[in-house]
């Protein structure tokens, strides 16, 4: 294949980009079937031969395409607000709905009785911690609770917090006019190096919040760049293989971590270039890469629930599957009803924010000097509440 331009390949209709996120999403949806049936997180796929597992690897290919794509948005738009919008109602809606969703069904499938279920304070406290992306480890009392991997809901979520910050760093670089190719291309290495000198020095042992921010947001802005430098990004399958080398020599290093998603990035633009038809006017028609991941997890615990000895070959196309089916309602019912709404919304926001910045209406002025001449303070005319 001959090298292209990444600029010749931004449309929908020109790449697979929508499909590689619907893949990806699949791939973490087995990543956790195969850990959940176990309860065993090291049972996942590349567990002790790659410092990411299966699932980490695509949610690097997530944050990669995600930068690549909402930048491209964001160019589209010109607009912060309308930007910001159209990322919340992206995420929200449908986490709403789903966190509500498994509420509801905890009532049937909790140990607990209805009452106890109902009335237990964890379950205000799981759809409250949830839907504000403080956490995805909240419990609903007696759900999963015999499960080999117990009592964990929906532990899937936990990624979206970061995607939301990525989404407000973008916009403040956007507003603050740092997303020209001169001030990017001082800007956004600067801040890989950072954020790549701080994995390498924190590498091994328990990734908390700080280094997790470091590689999303490594994954991100590499996103980000490729969109900025769209007119000078070659898209080549040499790059790629040299990429897949060099990850290979540093495989289960702490260098792999920023390799890693650098690479996979890259192969996810090589692979999106690939001509496949209908499958893409399919896909881009429904998006149901975000439904799969928000669905997936809760799928699985399920599955397991209600069969204990389902096979992991079972669980994993029953998860997909169940989960694909879940992730085309929830796109077609909420997801782009909800984008729908944007344009309304960006003009109510404006509207709010005009009203409350705007001076109250002042009385005209024979009006005030009247009413300054009554007074006997005309000296203070322009001091009167108009």
């Known amino acids: 294949m001959k090298p292209i331009l990444l600029k010749d390949i931004l449309e929908p209709r020109q790449n697979n980009f ?148 990525c989404y407000l760093l973008l916009a403040l670089l956007g507003a603050a006019g740092l997303l020209e190719k001169r001030k990017v291309s001082l800007l956004l290495p600067a801040v890989g190096i950072v954020a790549s000198a701080f994995l390498l020095y924190r590498s091994g042992g328990y990734a908390d919040s700080l280094e997790q921010l470091a590689r999303f947001w490594l994954c991100f802005s590499f996103g980000v760049g490729l969109f900025v430098f769209r007119d000078h990004v070659r898209i080549s399958i040499v790059t790629a293989l040299l990429l897949a080398a060099l990850t290979w020599l540093v495989l289960g290093a702490g260098a792999e971590r920023v390799v890693s998603p650098i690479a996979t990035g890259y192969a996810a633009l090589l692979l999106g270039c690939i001509p496949i038809g209908r499958l893409r006017e399919f896909t881009n028609r429904n998006d149901i890469s975000y439904g799969v991941y928000i669905f997936g997890w809760p799928t699985s615990q399920s599955l397991i629930h209600a069969y204990p000895t389902i096979t992991v070959g079972a669980l994993i196309v029953l998860s997909a599957v169940i989960a694909s089916a879940l992730a085309y309602l929830s796109w077609h019912w909420i997801e782009r009803p909800s984008l729908r709404t944007r344009d309304g919304l960006v003009r109510w926001c404006r509207a709010f924010v005009a009203f409350c910045v705007t001076d109250t209406p002042r009385r005209p002025a024979e009006n005030r000097n009247a009413a300054a001449d009554t007074k006997g303070t005309p000296g203070k005319v322009g001091d009167l509440p108009g």
């Open 18 to 165: 929508t499909l590689l996120r619907l893949l990806a999403a699949l791939a973490v949806v087995a990543s956790h079937a195969i850990f959940l049936k176990s309860g065993n997180k090291a049972d996942e796929v590349f567990a002790g031969s790659s410092v990411y597992v299966l699932g980490d690897h695509a949610v690097n290919v997530f944050f990669v395409l995600s930068g690549l794509t909402v930048a491209a948005s964001l160019d589209r738009s010109n607009d912060v607000v309308r930007f910001l919008i159209a990322r919340m109602l992206r995420i929200f809606p449908a986490l709403i709905v789903c966190t509500v969703a498994l509420v509801i069904f905890g009532v049937v499938i909790s140990d607990c009785s209805v009452l106890e279920y109902l009335t237990d304070t964890r379950v205000i406290t799981y759809a409250l911690k949830t839907m504000s992306l403080s956490t995805a480890s909240a419990e609903l009392p007696g759900v999963f609770a015999s499960n080999p991997y117990p009592s964990v809901v929906n532990a899937s979520l936990w990624t979206l917090k970061f995607e939301v910050v």
